[in-house]
């Protein structure tokens, strides 16, 4: 079997920054009492008609992506692209992504529903890909788009004051033999051996509903929604159950989390850095002192950007990246829970 490694890494958020204050000024809120549930301080929103899309901010990240890899776009195999908000009902994301890349190169896109979990079930993906020999270089990107879908008044606070937009991409290679840096040979900057050592996936759907967007639906479509013309309709609006879904989301977190670190027979102090998904600051603070973390051994831009959901971890990680927290031989763990319920994490010696 091949392994596979990461070639690149780039990403993308909109230059439109929402701060607590701002959302203050639409909602009964406050920066005290968001930061206080959240650790959320700002984030990122696009500007409606400026040319943002899903799709777009995918292309952004992707660009930044295959440069820091030295891999052109026509030399990608396959897509993956995962969000939860694509531009249209269908098709998905991946597609257009294919025709912002390369119009006359006709590779397969596959999309991903993972939500928060989306991004880390596409590095798995990209690995048995790989890992079989079907393909060389594969493009993942985790891109969304949330707040042209939010409630943006008080009864939507719960939920409204957490999402925001951006997009992260990498390219994931195949590693031939230890030692040999296939970004470099492409003229990148190469980030070393970075072998995806495991994955783990995992998912509860009887709580489905717990976080969710219910409509349109095939049980409620929009010719119903139009019909009924409700203002009261909260249904295409997101719920989230959030005290049930924190307690399911620490638990799930550190068991897959300590699943990947057995899987390969190593501790959590084993650790160089873990990057997980930014839900809310709350929770990886959890589960850093569950896991006996120092603080340098998490990344967290929640604070920054707010949630992402399937964006988070690879924005997340080209930043780090670009910060050099992340050296050969380093051993990084990716960890994500969400909706579902999906929870998910990657063991990865860089």
Known sequence: ????????????????????????????????????????????????????????????????????????????????????????????????????????????????????SGFVYAISVADQFIRTGMYRRILVVGSE????????TTRGRNVSVIFGDGAGAVVVGIAEEEGKEEGKEAGGTGLGMSKVLSTHLHSEGRH?????????????????????????????????????????????FAEVINEALRANGVSSGDLKLMIPHQANLRISQYIQQKMGLRDEQVYNNIMRYGNTTAASIPIA????????????????MLAAFGSGFTWASALIRW
Request: charged share 20%; proline share 4%; aromatic share 8%.
């Open 1 to 116: 079997m091949k392994s596979s490694m990461i070639l690149g890494v780039g990403h993308y958020v909109p230059d439109h920054v929402v701060t607590n204050h701002d959302l203050s000024q639409l909602m009964d809120t406050s920066h005290d009492w968001i930061v206080e549930r959240t650790g959320i301080e700002e984030r990122r929103h696009v500007v409606l008609g400026g040319g943002d899309t899903t799709a777009s901010m995918g292309y952004r990240a992707s660009l930044l992506a295959l440069k820091n890899a030295g891999v052109s776009a026509e030399e990608l195999d396959f897509i993956i692209f995962a969000t939860l908000s694509p531009d249209y009902y269908f098709p998905g994301p991946g597609v257009q992504l294919q025709e912002m890349l390369a119009p006359d190169h006709t590779i397969g896109a596959l999309d991903i529903r993972n939500q928060c």
């Open 145 to 152: 788009l949330h707040s042209a879908g939010l409630d943006m």
């Open 208 to 252: 489905a509903r717990e976080l969710a967007v219910i409509s349109p639906s095939t049980q409620h479509w929009v010719s119903h929604i139009l019909k009924e013309n409700n203002p009261n309709d909260e249904s295409y609006y997101p719920y989230m159950n959030g005290n049930f879904v924190f307690k399911h989301a620490i638990t799930r």
């Open 317 to 332: 990680l080209s930043e780090a990246v670009a910060e050099g927290r992340l050296q050969r031989g380093d051993l990084l």
